[in-house]
């Protein structure tokens, strides 16, 4: 069993900043590869980015050089820095893992970027 708790969300103006922290605990490992994905109000939810056991990212175009996910392992837990934030990134935002063929989601912490 793997449990994920999101935090860090809240309300931000554009160009603003913040950082999503997803603490693992339960029976994950290092070894198992981590993503963030957010839902928008009335879209499908979509992968914004994941970072693998080595480390490798990988990131949704609407985000690229302004998000930075990264993990530390000794903490099991994965950040999500979020910079030059737009009022399209608003959304619950969600902590995701698969480990033994099964899928693990977070409860969702949301982020909304308004004036």
């Known amino acids: 069993q793997v449990q994920l708790v999101e935090s860090g969300g809240g309300l931000v103006q554009p160009g603003g900043s913040l950082r999503l922290s997803c603490a693992a605990s339960?029976?994950?490992?290092?070894?198992?590869?981590m993503s963030w994905y957010r839902q928008a109000p009335g879209k499908e939810r979509e992968l914004v980015a994941t970072?693998?056991?080595?480390?490798?990212?990988n990131y949704a175009d609407s985000v690229k050089g302004r998000f930075t996910i990264s993990r530390d392992n000794a903490k099991n837990t994965v950040y999500l820095q979020m910079n030059s934030l737009k009022p399209e990134d608003t959304a619950v935002y969600y902590c995701?893992?698969?480990?033994?063929?099964?899928?693990?989601w977070g409860q969702g912490t949301q982020v909304t970027v308004s004036s």
């Open positions: 995701y893992t698969m480990h033994r063929f099964h899928n693990y």
């Open positions: 339960g029976s994950i490992s290092s070894g198992n590869a």
């Open positions: 970072v693998t056991s080595g480390a490798t990212t």
